[in-house]
Nanobody, 114 residues
Framework: QVQLVESGGGLVQPGGSLRLSCAAS????????MGWYRQAPGNQRELVAV???????NYADAVKGRFTISRDNAKSTVYLQMNSLKPGDTAVYYC????????WGQGTQVTVSS
């Protein structure tokens, strides 16, 4: 059974920071690239950041220099450190394998507003 459990979202002012966590089951985490995705109201779900099984990273242009993805293989967990948050970052954030699988967690809401 595949499990993806995201946490760490919340309401933050512009310029603030949040750290998201995603606890994944071993059958989707081990030896796979993992990604963070987000979906804002009325928009399609988009890829935000990817980390390879070896630790290499890649980011969408919109978040480059502000977000950092990392993984703890012992804990089967992926993280997303988000700094200098903007209102445009407001969305529900999800983790999944990259390329994405058919399995999704419940996501975690991030709202950036003053």
């Amino acid at each position: 059974q595949v499990q993806l459990v995201e946490s760490g979202g919340g309401l933050v002012q512009p310029g603030g920071s949040l750290r998201l966590s995603c606890a994944a089951s071993r059958n989707i985490f081990n030896n796979n690239n993992m990604g963070w995705y987000r979906q804002a109201p009325g928009n399609q779900r988009e890829l935000v950041a990817v980390i390879s099984s070896g630790g290499g990273t890649n980011y969408a242009d919109a978040v480059k220099g502000r977000f950092t993805i990392s993984r703890d293989n012992a804990k089967s967990t992926v993280y997303l450190q988000m700094n200098s948050l903007k209102p445009g970052d407001t969305a529900v954030y999800y983790c999944n394998r990259y390329p994405r699988s058919a399995y999704w967690g419940q996501g975690t809401q991030v709202t950036v507003s003053s």
